[in-house]
């Protein structure tokens, strides 16, 4: 990895640390709060690349690990990331490297809706599972109910998913980091 990589890397993860000044918003049905934060897993992915988008999220999360206050409401350390929500969390690097893969396949053909969709595999479907499996396993309950209390956040990700889509897009048109040859290089 290039200096150039290790600066976007670590970009990326400030980026989503200062995400976390838009403060939570805690909901009675369940033990998760929306963030903002979801947003920058997904530009992370779309902008940088599996590898790197996976790096930055990996990034972020040993920060967080480690006990850097980088989640929203001011929140760290191995007890929130054991927490009912740390699911969610430990499912980012895979969401982005998984974005970042599909844009990387697709980058000659991309449009909006394209990364809609990669967006809502990534962030949406991928996150949902992990994150949901996670707190059903942690909070003794049946996966289908913690599933269905977790649709309320669909609404607010899927906006944030639509964002995404158009900042990537317009990112990649600009000042595209991921290369056409498909690798993530340039």
């Known amino acids: 990895m290039n200096l150039r990589d290790m600066m976007f890397v670590s970009l990326f993860a400030a ?8 403060p939570p918003i805690m909901l009675p049905v369940i033990p998760v709060p929306i963030t903002a934060q979801t ?14 988008g996976g790096l ?31 699911g969610y969390v430990w499912a980012w690097p895979i969401a ?4 970042g893969y599909l844009v990387e396949k697709n980058i000659t053909s991309l449009h909006f809706f394209k990364l809609l969709l990669f967006n809502i595999i990534g962030a949406i479907i991928i996150v949902y599972a992990i994150g949901v499996t996670y707190l059903s396993f942690i909070s003794e309950l049946p996966w289908g109910p913690t599933a269905l209390s977790s649709l309320i956040f669909l609404p607010g990700d899927l906006i944030k998913a639509i964002i995404a889509s158009a900042v990537v897009l317009k990112i990649n048109q600009v000042y595209p980091l991921i290369g056409r040859d498909g690798n993530g290089s340039r």
């Open 15 to 22: 980026i989503i640390g200062v995400m976390a000044f838009f």
């Open 39 to 52: 947003l920058g897993v997904m530009l992370a992915g779309g902008v940088l690349g599996a590898r790197r």
């Open 56 to 86: 930055s999220l990996l990034l972020f999360v040993a920060l967080v690990a480690v006990g850097v206050p980088l989640l929203a409401g001011g929140r760290g350390g191995l007890g929130v990331l054991l927490g009912p929500g740390g």
């Open 96 to 99: 982005a490297f998984i974005i």
